[in-house]
């Protein structure tokens, strides 16, 4: 999927976000500025009901959590993980159990990256950039 301005990028935010629901991973994977936060930042604002919300990008607190009527949404950024097991100490766990994650950089999990999930994967392309989807069906006309 061509998105080829950050307004488009917000409206795949927007539509992944309706359709998103407790214990889901969304790994959002893809280079250094290819528009993963831009992404976690529409489906939380979308979430929320708060266009205006702040989502700052968690690289340095490794993780933020965000109450919405869909229940908890736990943002991580693992691109400073330096051990897959200490996402633990995160809160993972909890996460997993009835919140809704999303997953910068969730490469940096290694077998723990549930084969379940919903993978947003996106690249540079042009001035704009490409999304690639990969989950379940419910995902698949956003």
Request: glycine share 12%.
């Amino acid at each position: 999927m061509s998105l080829p301005d950050e307004a488009a990028t917000v409206r795949l935010g927007a539509a992944l976000a309706g359709r998103l629901r407790p214990r889901d991973v969304v790994a959002l994977e893809g280079g250094l500025g290819a528009g993963k936060t831009t992404l976690a930042r529409a489906i939380l604002r979308t979430a929320t009901g708060d266009a205006a919300l702040i989502v700052p990008s968690p690289t340095f607190t490794l993780v933020e959590v965000y109450d919405t009527p869909k229940g908890a949404f736990w943002h991580f950024d693992l691109y400073r993980l330096e051990d897959s097991g200490q996402i633990f100490e995160l809160g993972w766990e909890e996460a997993r159990a009835d919140g809704i994650v999303l997953v910068e950089w969730p490469e940096r999990l290694g077998g723990l990256l549930p084969k379940e999930r919903l993978t947003v994967t996106l690249s540079i392309e042009g001035e704009g950039r490409r999304a690639t989807i990969e989950g379940e069906d419910r995902f698949g006309d956003v």
